[in-house]
T-cell receptor, first 110, second 112 residues
Framework: RKEVEQDPGPFNVPEGATVAFNCTYSNSASQSFFWYRQDCRKEPKLLMS???SGNEDGRFTAQLNRASQYISLLIRDSKLSDSATYLCVVNGDSNQKVTFGTGTKLQVIP | NAGVTQTPKFRVLKTGQSMTLLCAQD?????MYWYRQDPGMGLRLIHY???????AKGEVPDGYNVSRLKKQNFLLGLESAAPSQTSVYFC???????????FGDGTRLSIL
């Protein structure tokens, strides 16, 4: 089993739609979790951290389920500018283990 | 880019040439990383450093060397470039193990 797994997509959704991505991780000792977005040929940029109680930033909501070992990202009212690849990142224990998922591609269609 | 500067931005090399990529930060972060990303692929960790004077191997270290003589700089060297090393190279910094990484805008390297 991969340490961090994401559905590569692509997810093709119309403008205004709600879309959700999941990311599963294998190390139950993982400490912190993040979502990044990466535009084509650009560097990954931090989108949001993922907290145990769940957190929201505008149209974006992140959730953590430690029991089932997955994190999720929900995007409401999708915009064309949301088209990108979304990477989940899991920070392990004190051994400095940071694992990036391979990303889920989102294409928002007019 | 969160105080992370990568130089050069682009470079074309011939097989067998050597070069050094520089990652410089002004954030005083302890941890620094070098990744490569091939078209349509995920990030792969080459080497990383948890502090000045320390380095460690990542997932794909072969053909690369690194040095962290000063806290603010992390250098990635290719001693004898090969076409398989054609890629986009990203540097990242991190304050501590519970914090997110912040990336430079990348170096696009082509080896002919």
């Amino acid at each position: 089993r991969k340490e961090v797994e994401q559905d590569p997509g692509p997810f093709n959704v119309p403008e205004g739609a709600t879309v959700a991505f999941n990311c599963t991780y294998s190390n139950s000792a993982s400490q912190s979790f993040f979502w990044y977005r990466q535009d084509c040929r650009k560097e990954p940029k931090l989108l949001m951290s993922v907290y145990s109680s769940g957190n929201e930033d505008g149209r974006f909501t992140a959730q953590l389920n430690r029991a089932s070992q997955y994190i999720s990202l929900l995007i409401r009212d999708s915009k064309l500018s949301d088209s990108a690849t979304y990477l989940c990142v899991v920070n392990g224990d004190s051994n400095q283990k940071v694992t990036f998922g391979t990303g889920t591609k989102l294409q928002v269609i007019p | 880019n969160a105080g992370v500067t990568q130089t050069p931005k682009f470079r074309v090399l011939k097989t067998g040439q050597s070069m050094t990529l520089l990652c410089a930060q002004d954030m005083n972060h302890e941890y620094m990383y070098w990744y490569r990303q091939d078209p349509g692929m995920g990030l792969r960790l080459i080497h990383y450093s948890v502090g000045e004077g320390t380095t460690a191997k990542g997932e794909v270290p072969d053909g690369y060397n690194v040095s962290r003589l000063k806290k603010q700089n992390f250098l990635l060297g290719l001693e004898s470039a090969a076409p398989s090393q054609t890629s986009v190279y990203f540097c990242a910094i991190q304050l501590d193990s519970n914090q997110p990484q912040h990336f430079g805008d990348g170096t696009r390297l082509s080896i002919l």
